[in-house]
């Protein structure tokens, strides 16, 4: 017989309405004004880690309103955010599912210490959760690995997670710090993170920013953090790039990077590029992965349980 109910409870739903009205209310208490982008793009982010859906008249699903939002503040829309779905391909599992609810915000004038600040308030007023402390990715990733994320050479870096059975059997990515970093980063230390509260980690490497400023003054450093809790990503942030030059040889070598992976468009998005050349104000924004977050308020094992149809019930 086939299961066609839903994975949700109906008070699991009410908690959800309740989230989501939450979060509306915190970002107009702080005038922040919601916005709608498209959700079918013409060209999906350029970065190895986001792979779009392609629909079959052209184009994609965006797998975050990343561009259409930036496009909005270089029009002079001031703060900004946006609530609802997005779309990854190849993301199913515990903690993943290939269409879910994001929540993302930007803020002109913002550093990035003032979007971890805000991105714990928010998580304290939705969540009913005190926030733990910040670290740097440095710290975090040498008290699991003993290795130093930004000067180990990439051998060292792949040679620890290969002692550590981490690494894929197919792996041959042997000059690709990136990888290397994200796979570790990952598997052996995001789990240490956020255990008794969420916790937040800066200045990640900026061996894979794209979108992302960097550090003028320390090399290899991306002006980036990330929130986790219990062990699992919740928000991703960063001051953000505002150059377009910059912008457009990153996005070439990810291109590059990933031309053979399915889901990466063959053109860049020229109209990100021309509004960022129009003048992107200085800016930082978050993006807070909803279900997730719910999932742990309600102390599920994973998000099938926060959908109403997760991608097995769809």
Same mark, same amino acid.
């Given at each position: 017989m086939t299961d066609w109910r839903p994975g949700a409870t109906r008070a699991t739903l009410v908690r959800r309405a309740r989230l989501l009205a939450d979060m509306r209310a915190f970002m107009a208490e702080r005038d922040v004004l919601e916005v709608s982008t498209p959700l079918i793009a013409r060209a999906a982010p350029a970065e190895r880690g986001l792979a779009g859906m392609q629909v079959e008249q052209g184009g994609y699903l965006v797998p975050s309103p990343e561009h259409g939002l930036k496009r909005l503040l270089a029009a002079g829309t001031g703060a900004i955010y946006q609530l609802g779905p997005v779309f990854r391909a190849g993301e199913a599992g515990r903690w993943h599912n290939p269409e879910f609810w994001m929540l993302e915000w930007y803020r002109p004038g913002a550093t990035m210490a003032d979007m971890v600040a805000e991105t714990a308030d928010l998580i304290e007023a939705v969540a009913g959760v005190a926030c733990g402390g910040v670290r740097e990715y440095r710290q975090v990733f040498a008290a699991v690995t003993g290795l130093d994320p930004i000067d180990s050479p990439v051998g060292e870096l792949a040679d620890w997670a290969r002692r550590h059975q981490l690494a894929p059997a197919t792996a041959d990515a042997e000059d690709d710090r990136a990888f290397w970093l994200d796979l570790i980063m990952s598997l052996a230390v995001q789990p240490t993170l956020g255990r008794d509260a969420p916790e937040c980690v800066v200045d990640f490497p900026a061996d894979d920013a794209v979108l992302v400023a960097t550090d003028a003054t320390r090399a290899g450093i991306a002006h980036r953090f990330e929130w986790f809790w219990q062990g699992v990503e919740l928000a991703n942030g960063a001051r953000e790039l505002t150059d377009a030059d910059i912008a457009r040889q990153r996005m070439q070598r990810e291109r590059r990077l990933g031309a053979t992976d399915e *889901?990466?468009?063959?053109? @860049?998005?020229? =109209?990100?590029?021309?509004?960022?050349?129009? &003048? @992107?104000?200085?800016?930082? *924004? #978050?993006?807070? *992965? #909803?279900? =997730?977050?719910?999932? @742990? #308020?309600?102390?599920?094992? &994973?998000? *099938?349980?926060? @959908?109403?149809?997760?991608?097995? =019930? =769809?």
């Open positions: *889901g990466h468009p063959a053109a @860049l998005d020229e =109209r990100l590029l021309a509004a960022m050349d129009a &003048g @992107l104000p200085e800016c930082a *924004g #978050v993006a807070l *992965g #909803v279900d =997730r977050l719910l999932a @742990l #308020v309600c102390g599920f094992e &994973g998000i *099938g349980e926060a @959908l109403t149809f997760d991608w097995s =019930r =769809r």
